[in-house]
């Protein structure tokens, strides 16, 4: 189960907007307890992919590294990723699993003609499998 409050989810949806046709993508910072992730904020980033950006996000190493020990100082860590889908549903694909990091929590926007319709949250499974995760 993953935990973000409305603030959060709004910062998330405008920035998957804006970035309309293309994916938006930034890091989710806040706690893991034993029952919940709780995002507590988040870091946009820019969608640092080198081509076609409408199906593509990467985030520099550099930004990585520098959100990591700024939650670090801060006594949060990385707990997960946004990104968008533009005109996709909220659903990984492929190239996002292959991608994706154990351990952390996927939330996908699936923006549809530049408005936000919906956000799932995913985690892998030890199959290397994305299970969906609850949002609370």
Known sequence: MILITEQIYQRIVTHAESTYPEECCGLLVGKITETAAQVITVQTTENNWSGNR???????????????????????EIIGIYHSHPDHAAI????????????????????????????????????????????L
């Open 54 to 76: 409408k199906n593509r996000f990467s985030i520099a190493p550099e930004v990585l590294l520098q959100a990591q020990k700024s939650a670090r100082e801060n006594q949060l």
């Open 92 to 135: 990984p694909s492929e190239i996002d699993r292959q991608l994706a990091w154990s351990g952390y929590t996927y939330l996908i926007v699936s923006v549809v003609s530049g408005r936000a319709i919906d956000l799932q949250a995913w985690q892998l499974d030890e199959g290397e499998q994305f299970q969906p995760v609850k949002i």
